[in-house]
């Protein structure tokens, strides 16, 4: 099998390479609880390189929000509530500003305009 995320061989039976999956476990361990300077450093202390770490968290599967996508969104809620602002930011919601940004659709002010898709 290759992995799934950076196409090297993987193993057997597993889907997801060593590296990949050290990856993945800094993800679990701190998703929501640190912000992306310090997720950085985790994985620095981990001895992973900028290039396997981002090849993870930007892997598209179908329509999915990939990990990058839903740690956006974790980090702005956190953010929000800090504020004592309702942080409701949902990983499809950072998926869609992501791609009406790549496709040149956005003018730059598409950070909180999104009040549509605030439902409770
Ligand atoms: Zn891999």
Do not use: H
């Not at 597993?14 to 609880?33: D, F, L, M, P």
């Not at 985790?42 to 599967?61: K, P, T, Y």
């Not at 940004?101 to 305009?113: L, V």
């Amino acid at each position: 099998m290759r992995c799934i995320y950076c196409r090297a061989r993987a193993g057997f039976i597993r889907k997801v390479c060593g590296v990949c999956t050290r990856v993945i476990a800094v993800v679990e361990r701190s998703a929501g609880q640190v912000g992306w300077t310090e997720l950085v450093d985790l994985f620095a202390a981990e001895g992973l390189s900028r290039g396997q770490v981002d090849r993870v968290l930007d892997a598209v599967s179908g329509d999915a929000p990939t990990i990058r996508d839903r740690l956006t969104s974790q980090m702005t809620n956190v953010l929000m509530r800090n504020l004592g602002m309702p942080g409701r930011q949902s990983p499809e919601d950072v998926r869609r500003v992501r791609l009406a940004m790549a496709s040149g659709g956005g003018d730059g002010n598409w950070t909180m305009s999104e009040k549509s898709s605030e439902t409770p």
